[in-house]
């Protein structure tokens, strides 16, 4: 049975705390669309598509809040805001909202109760959409992944990042699925541990085998020739293909362009931004120096060090050898190709 | 004050023990050879000049605790092996031991007395001389160093890992002493956090300004035009200038390559072993996976999973601008020059 990171639950926001994996289920109970702002922004729920499921139930829950329908406007613009400002980089809670933003537009003369539902239903169909997305990924890019293959991912693209099932994983998982054997390499993804915690979690769970490494031996592994092929998730793709995903991801690109290595990014066109003409403007978020200093409790610094944490870097698309969407597979040049299928 | 990782006290090898800096200031005090070993091998001690002079010090005690000569040699090639096979890349541990065999072979005719005394005087000798050694490395290193610029270094080759005053961090000392005001960044060096734990300490106690990254930031950082130079210490340095290090030392190099960084290794001559003709032949240690798993007492991937925890790398010497040594700096065509220069 595969993890539902996140459900709408009739007037709730069911969010699995993806902070106390794989020690503890927490599931968060969010009864108020604040506390889903705050579960977004503190990470409990994180990866670009959970991220836009999670801000469409968040500004459905702030809607079906509402007492009357007085300063509609306003007070839905107040819980778009609020939630938009939790997160600047994955494009998908932006995505979401817009697309949330549309709906309320068009059924706001509606009575609230009508209003509420349609609202809840729309984000329980973004939901749903995500993980047919997934699926889409997985069966577009699974003929990447050959016998035997030692197939290398960093942070967490999976079920947990997703509505269910996964980007870089449903790749994985798909090939899996059909028949497909051979190992993955789980970068440990600091400082958040995505990696070790969930990609190894999720891959356990499918009986994949899975090694973790500290994301440093990476590069020596590809020049022993033991990693066949990269697959990792994306938060934003700029119209070019420059593609912002988790801290590392730039480091894992220049390296396997080094070593002659294919290197795939796996989205849904959600995470597209195409008034982006290029990464340099793809706003990389800057969390606090605190969440790299502490491993759980325990300081790892001595007192009064600084740290310093990009939570994502940009891949120029140079480095990328396909992005493998629920449209098919995109290859350089980029630019004209996504124009096309978007 | 700077730090003392090792000394000789009179029948007893003072160890710093590196497992708890800095958050508690441990000294073991080894009283029987086997101690020293399972020092070296458990890293309580660890950088290849500092498990030289361990390894030195070792032999001197075991020699020190005989109580006749009788089956002098084999009771010494016991002593050796032992302390060999603790770990097999840091060349200055062979060298270390190899010198106090030959002086050992000088003086074993003498008195028992007497060669316990020039055995445990050669050991300090050795530590004496890499003290000297690293200064003269920071010598011929520190105009690399210019004002405002932002140095990075990875692992830690400070003071704690040599005699005193470090290789790396020996020249990024010798730059400051001389006026020359920068910024350090160190990265953390998971999974044993040497960067995070002992170089931001060590740099904090000198008042060098000095943030810690995640090892997965420093290639953003370059892209950004973050980052001027890099200097890295070295394990193990073969006739044709390849270069084992602290595992992520390689990924580095290859940013650095993609970047236009100059990359300095620094080390002393003792680190230098032209018996082995490029770096394939040097034997990379790889550790118990549980070393990354468990982050001191909390493991971070779910039960069952594996990890693989190379604890070194080697950089071919075409990524190496130059490596900076007691005698100058070598730049490429590295072969002819280390060996007029060794």
Redesign the interface.
Same mark, same amino acid.
């Given at each position: 049975m595969q993890v539902r990171p996140i459900w709408w639950a009739k007037g709730a926001v069911m969010i699995l705390d993806q902070r106390l994996l @794989?020690?503890k289920r927490v599931y968060l109970k969010c009864t108020r669309y604040q506390q889903v702002a705050r579960a977004i922004k503190n990470m409990a729920i994180r990866g670009a598509p959970a991220i836009g499921i999670a801000a469409a139930m968040g500004v459905a829950l702030g809607v079906y809040n509402l007492k009357s329908n007085r300063n509609l406007e306003g007070n839905f613009d107040k819980i778009c805001q609020t939630i938009i400002q939790t997160r600047p980089t994955a494009r998908n809670l932006f995505w979401a909202i817009e697309r949330m933003k549309k709906v309320f537009l068009r059924h706001k003369k509606k009575s609230l109760s009508e209003l509420k539902q349609i609202l809840a239903k729309e984000a329980q169909i973004i939901l749903e959409e995500d993980v047919a997305t997934n699926r889409q990924i997985g069966y577009h890019g699974k003929n990447l992944i050959k016998m035997g293959m030692t197939v290398l991912t960093h942070c967490n693209a999976g079920a947990l990042a997703t509505g269910g099932y996964g980007t870089a994983l449903g790749v994985i998982r798909a090939a899996w699925e059909e028949g497909m054997r051979f190992q993955v %390499?789980a +970068?440990?993804? =600091? @400082?958040y #541990?995505q990696g &070790? =915690?969930l990609t &190894?979690?999720e891959l356990?769970q499918e009986g994949i085998p899975?090694?973790?490494?500290? +994301?440093? %031996?990476? $590069?020596?592994l590809m &020049?022993q020739g033991k990693v066949d092929l990269i697959i990792v998730g994306a938060d934003r793709i700029a119209a070019n293909g420059d593609t912002a995903n988790k801290?590392?991801t730039?480091?894992l690109a !220049? #390296?396997a362009k080094?070593h002659g290595i294919p290197f795939y990014v796996a989205a849904p066109f959600s995470t597209f931004d195409v008034n982006i003409s290029d990464g340099c403007y793809i706003p990389v978020e800057e969390r606090r120096?605190k969440e !790299? %200093?502490f491993?759980?409790k325990? =300081? %790892?610094? @001595?007192e $009064? !060090?600084?740290? #310093?944490?990009?939570a994502f +870097? !940009?891949t120029p698309a140079e480095y990328i050898t396909g992005i493998i969407t629920e449209k098919g597979i995109i290859t350089p040049p980029y630019k004209e190709k996504i124009k096309k299928l978007k």
């Open positions: @794989p020690w %390499i +970068d440990e993804t =600091r @400082p #541990l &070790a =915690r &190894a979690w356990q899975v090694t973790v490494i500290t +994301d440093s %031996i990476a $590069g020596y &020049a801290i590392g730039y480091t !220049v #390296l080094n120096g !790299v %200093i491993i759980g325990k =300081r %790892i610094c @001595p $009064g !060090v600084n740290a #310093l944490y990009y +870097d !940009v």
